[in-house]
């Protein structure tokens, strides 16, 4: 697994600090954040792959500074967002999955095929040449997916992915998710999601306030919650 | 374009973007100066030849060419009050041709070989145009008409919840607002997906 290390890492949007002085290294498989709307979990996952720069500090990934190397990152770091309407950019859904392979400068005939390949395995062969915004919000978040698994990253990082979807869409996500063999960093509020998880951090207020095993951290968050 | 695409394998199907492009141009051209009925009731007939070999099912045919028939309806009357029925049925005949020519063509191509193929139009004028800039520009267009057509459906059904339907600035300013997320949301997705690299 890669290690992504946060060292001293701060951010404000404006006056309004987002994240505090976040020391952590990441090495687990499983990651899984959690914290109130607003505590800055989000931000802090969009520092992996350059999407925010801290203010103070720095964050690398396989020892490399995100900062610096932000198009280096990003080729290993694969990102979904919570509403998949926003990450798919293609009209059509084979275009969309094709199109992050288009920009690395692969032949029509790899392309194709990985596209191919990445459709049959998200369920989504059928629908190759159909309109994206057709899709069911279920269909958008798998195409999403296979959109950015077809890169190969080494890490996933998934902010909140399964809250727009319903129960049903929502664990056929997770278990995705979870059948990963890349490292996967999960923001979330379905707490449960995170049973099988390797390690939970929480995040309150730009803070780390628990950063343990899923029991554990889990308790420390319902603590807070209550 | 979007979602018109009927797969298929067929000679149509296969040949390339441009040259259906360009045929389809020089067919309604040539459909425009024909100057006799039979003329266009052959072309008529060949252009139905065309839908049999592309093997479009009538329905997805009817759903582009219907529409103008109902157009023709009231404009056939009117053209033969003021010019005659020759004339009403060479411009009711030019129309149909076009509109099932063009028809047939976005019913054969898919959204990735029009891109593809306006960027190789565009590719002798790297210099001055990058081509893929212009795709990726025409790709995100196409995308985002049914982003805003589904903001504004669900903008107008909030306006109706909350009882303001009458106010056009209640419908313009969450359209507005929503759509400049919609497009910062998408900028930071392309970032993300290595649209910088």
């Known amino acids: 697994m890669s290690t992504i290390d946060f060292d001293g890492v701060s951010h404000a949007f404006g006056e309004r600090m987002v994240l505090r002085d976040i020391r952590l290294t990441l090495t687990e498989q499983r990651i899984g954040i959690v914290g109130a709307n607003g505590s800055g979990k989000?931000?802090?996952?969009?520092?992996?792959?350059?999407?925010?720069?801290?203010?103070?500090?720095?964050?690398?990934?396989?020892?490399?500074?995100?900062?610096r190397n932000a198009k280096a990152v990003r080729r290993q770091v694969g990102f979904i967002?919570?509403?998949p309407d926003n990450q798919i950019v293609m009209p059509t859904v084979a275009e969309d999955v094709a199109f992050t392979l288009?920009?690395?400068?692969l032949t029509p005939l790899e392309i194709t095929t990985r596209t191919q390949a990445a459709l049959l395995r998200f369920g989504l062969d059928q629908h190759a040449d159909h309109p994206a915004h057709r899709l069911s919000g279920g269909q958008k978040q798998l195409l999403a997916l296979a959109a950015v698994l077809v890169a190969e990253p080494d890490i996933v990082v998934?902010?909140?992915?399964?809250?727009?979807?319903?129960?049903?869409?929502?664990?056929?996500?997770?278990?995705?998710?979870?059948?990963?063999?890349?490292?996967?960093?999960?923001?979330?509020?379905?707490l449960e999601l995170l049973a099988a998880f390797d390690r939970v951090i929480v995040i309150e207020d730009g803070r780390v306030v628990a950063d343990d095993a899923p029991d554990f951290a889990l308790g420390a968050y319902r603590e807070l919650l209550a | 374009m979007i979602g018109?695409?009927?797969?298929?394998?067929?000679l149509i199907h296969r040949a390339p973007m441009l040259l259906k492009l360009v045929l389809l141009s020089l067919a309604v051209l040539i459909v425009g100066l024909l100057?006799?009925?039979?003329?266009?009731?052959?072309?008529?007939?060949g252009v139905a030849g065309l839908f049999l070999v592309a093997r479009v099912p009538l329905g997805a045919a009817w759903k582009q060419i219907g529409p103008i028939l109902w157009i023709l309806v009231i404009a056939v009357p009117l053209q033969a009050l003021f010019a005659g029925w020759t004339t009403a049925g060479l411009m009711a005949g030019r129309l149909l041709i076009a509109v099932a020519l063009a028809a047939l063509f976005t019913l054969t191509t898919t959204v990735t070989a029009v891109l593809e193929g306006f960027q190789k139009l565009l590719r002798p004028f790297g210099r001055w145009?990058?081509?893929?800039?212009?795709?990726?520009?025409?790709?995100?267009?196409l995308r985002c008409i049914?982003?805003?057509?589904?903001?504004?459906?669900?903008?107008?059904?909030a306006r109706r919840a909350r009882g303001t339907q009458g106010s056009l600035l209640a419908l313009a300013v969450p359209v507005v607002v929503r759509s400049l997320y919609a497009a910062d949301a998408i900028g930071e997705a392309l970032a993300a997906r290595g649209l910088d690299d």
């Open chain 2, 35 to 45: 100057g006799e009925l039979w003329q266009l009731g052959a072309c008529l007939i």
């Open chain 2, 4 to 10: 018109l695409y009927h797969p298929g394998d067929s």
């Open chain 1, 81 to 83: 967002f919570t509403n």
């Open chain 2, 129 to 141: 145009v990058d081509s893929d800039r212009v795709g990726l520009l025409l790709a995100l267009t």
């Open chain 1, 158 to 190: 998934a902010d909140e992915p399964t809250t727009l979807l319903d129960a049903r869409n929502a664990r056929r996500i997770t278990e995705l998710l979870l059948g990963l063999s890349q490292q996967v960093i999960v923001v979330t509020h379905q």
């Open chain 1, 42 to 67: 989000s931000t802090l996952v969009r520092l992996i792959n350059g999407l925010i720069k801290p203010d103070t500090g720095t964050v690398s990934v396989g020892g490399l500074d995100v900062a």
């Open chain 1, 102 to 105: 288009r920009r690395r400068g």
């Open chain 2, 146 to 157: 049914p982003l805003v057509a589904e903001i504004v459906s669900e903008v107008i059904e």
